[in-house]
Nanobody, 124 residues
Framework: VQLVESGGGLVQAGGYLRLSCAASGRTFSRSVMGWFRQAPGKEREFVAAITWRGGSTFYADSVKGRSTIFRDNAKNTVYLQMNSLKPEDTAVYHC??????????????????WGQGTHVTVSS
């Protein structure tokens, strides 16, 4: 599976962005997909994940209520809608794919495939 993120950019605090992750490979529709982020000088952290049919979603407390993860398996794409952005949301956002099993969805080591990332900068 190859993953390519897009949709990042510079936005003012309180604004919104929709990140996209386009996947190639026949296994996308049967993969748990996750979004992670890494700010300068910090470790990669979990943001959100979604099961392969989209029936279950998971969020980090830091983005819960402000973000929505969803997927379109027909388009091989997973999205992260982020609203009410804060300066602390500034980071490189990566999407990742793992197998069907819905365990350890917040553990980056559980994911097998990663995209290169898209930069999100939120100005105050």
């Amino acid at each position: 599976v190859q993953l390519v993120e897009s949709g990042g950019g510079l936005v003012q605090a309180g604004g919104y962005l929709r990140l996209s992750c386009a996947a190639s490979g026949r296994t996308f529709s049967r993969s748990v997909m996750g979004w992670f982020r890494q700010a300068p000088g910090k470790e990669r952290e979990f943001v959100a994940a979604i099961t392969w049919r989209g029936g279950s979603t998971f969020y980090a407390d830091s983005v819960k209520g402000r973000s929505t993860i969803f997927r379109d398996n027909a388009k091989n794409t997973v999205y992260l809608q982020m609203n009410s952005l804060k300066p602390e949301d500034t980071a490189v956002y990566h999407c990742a794919a793992k197998g069907l099993v819905t365990t350890a969805v917040s553990d980056p080591d559980a994911y097998d495939y990663w995209g290169q990332g898209t930069h999100v900068t939120v100005s105050s």
